[in-house]
C-alpha cells in the first residue's frame, strides 16, 4: 500500500517524495540518475529545470511525464499516486492529462501540420466526428498563430514553426500540465524567444508548464528555477523579476529598425 499522500492542497500539480532512479543495465555499473528528489508544483507555475548535461533533468522528467517509472519514492499527479497505476492507465494518464514538447520536435513526416495536432485526439475520444477532430486540431494551432499552416508538411515548416506544431499538438488534449524537454535546444535566439513568448502567454491563462533547459538566459522567462546537480536539487527558488519574451522580441528588432535610420 503506498502512503497516505501528505495533505497535497487541492491547487498542487505535482508532488514528489524522495523520487529516486537507478539505471541498471547487465554487468555495467548501476547510474544513480536522480536521487531523492521531492518537490511540489502548484497549478499555474512555469518553472525551468536546470543543470549540466547528465545531471539527471530529462530523467526527472520523464518520470513525471509517466515515460518512465521510478526505482523509488512516490509520485502524485493531480492527487493521484501514479505508482500504483498500470501500463494501460499510465498512457491514458499520459494522453489526457500531459502534453510533451521534445527538443527534435517529433512530428511525424508524412503528415500535415493538421493531422500531427489531431493524433492525440484520435487515441483518448472515438466519439468525435471528422468535423470535430478537424475543429480542435485548427483551434490548438490558432493558439500558437499557426492556422495558416495547417496543410503544409513538416518539411515546408521552419523550426520554429514545427515546435509551434509540435505545441499545438501538445495542447489539443487540454492537459492539467505541459512538460516541455530543451524545447529551444534546436532552436536560434530569436525562434527561442517566440517559443518563450506562446509559452508565456500559455501559463498567463493559465497553464502549468515545466521545462528543461540548460541555458540560463532562457530560464529567465520562466517563474521559478531548479537547478539539478549529480541528481539532486540544488538549488529552487522563484526567478525575482522574469523577462518578457514579447518585450525581448520587440527590442531584438529595433536595432535593426535603427541601423536602417542610420543609413537612411
Ligand atoms: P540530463 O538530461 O540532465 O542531461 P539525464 O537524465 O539524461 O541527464 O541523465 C542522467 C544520468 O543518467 C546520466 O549519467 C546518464 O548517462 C544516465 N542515463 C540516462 N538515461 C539512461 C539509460 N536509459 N540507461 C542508463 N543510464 C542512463
Ligand atoms: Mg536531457
Known amino acids: 500500500m503506498p502512503a497516505a499522500p501528505p495533505a497535497i492542497p487541492h491547487d498542487t500539480v505535482i508532488r514528489l517524495e524522495n523520487l529516486d532512479k537507478v539505471y541498471q543495465s547487465g554487468e555495467e555499473v548501476a547510474v544513480h540518475?536522480?536521487?531523492?528528489?521531492s518537490l511540489s508544483i502548484r497549478k499555474g507555475e512555469f518553472v525551468a529545470i536546470m543543470g549540466a548535461s547528465g545531471s539527471g533533468k530529462s530523467t526527472l522528467m520523464n518520470m513525471i511525464g509517466c515515460l518512465d517509472r521510478p526505482s523509488g519514492g512516490q509520485y502524485w499527479l493531480d492527487g493521484e499516486s501514479v505508482g500504483s497505476l498500470n501500463k494501460n492507465e499510465l498512457s491514458r494518464v499520459r494522453n489526457q492529462r500531459l502534453g510533451f514538447v521534445f527538443q527534435?520536435?517529433?512530428?511525424?513526416?508524412?503528415?500535415?501540420?493538421?493531422?500531427?495536432?489531431?493524433?492525440?485526439?484520435?487515441?483518448?475520444t472515438h466519439t468525435l466526428s471528422r468535423k470535430q477532430l478537424h475543429d480542435q486540431a485548427l483551434q490548438a494551432l490558432e493558439r500558437v498563430g499557426l492556422s495558416a499552416r495547417a496543410g503544409?508538411?513538416?518539411?515546408?515548416?521552419?523550426?520554429?514553426?514545427q515546435q509551434r506544431v509540435a505545441i499545438a499538438r501538445a495542447l489539443?488534449?487540454?492537459?492539467?500540465?505541459l512538460l516541455a524537454d530543451e524545447p529551444t535546444g534546436n532552436l536560434d535566439?530569436?525562434?527561442?524567444?517566440?517559443?518563450?513568448?506562446?509559452?508565456?502567454?500559455?501559463?498567463?491563462?493559465?497553464?502549468?508548464?515545466?521545462m528543461v533547459?540548460?541555458?540560463?538566459?532562457?530560464?529567465?522567462?520562466?517563474?521559478?528555477?531548479?537547478v539539478m546537480r549529480d541528481?539532486?536539487?540544488?538549488?529552487?527558488?522563484?526567478?525575482?523579476?522574469?523577462?518578457?519574451a514579447a518585450e525581448a522580441l520587440r527590442r531584438w528588432s529595433r536595432p535593426h529598425e535603427e541601423d536602417a535610420e542610420a543609413g537612411a
Open 172 to 177: 489539443v488534449n487540454h492537459p492539467a500540465l
Open 189 to 210: 535566439t530569436h525562434t527561442s524567444l517566440e517559443i518563450m513568448q506562446i509559452f508565456q502567454e500559455l501559463n498567463r491563462k493559465g497553464m502549468t508548464i515545466l
Open 152 to 161: 503544409h508538411h513538416p518539411s515546408q515548416l521552419s523550426g520554429g514553426q
Open 33 to 37: 540518475a536522480v536521487r531523492t528528489v
Open 104 to 124: 527534435g520536435f517529433n512530428l511525424l513526416s508524412r503528415t500535415s501540420a493538421l493531422e500531427n495536432v489531431e493524433l492525440p485526439l484520435l487515441y483518448s
Open 213 to 226: 533547459t540548460h541555458e540560463p538566459d532562457i530560464a529567465q522567462y520562466c517563474r521559478r528555477q531548479i
Open 231 to 244: 541528481g539532486r536539487i540544488l538549488r529552487d527558488e522563484p526567478v525575482a523579476a522574469p523577462l518578457d
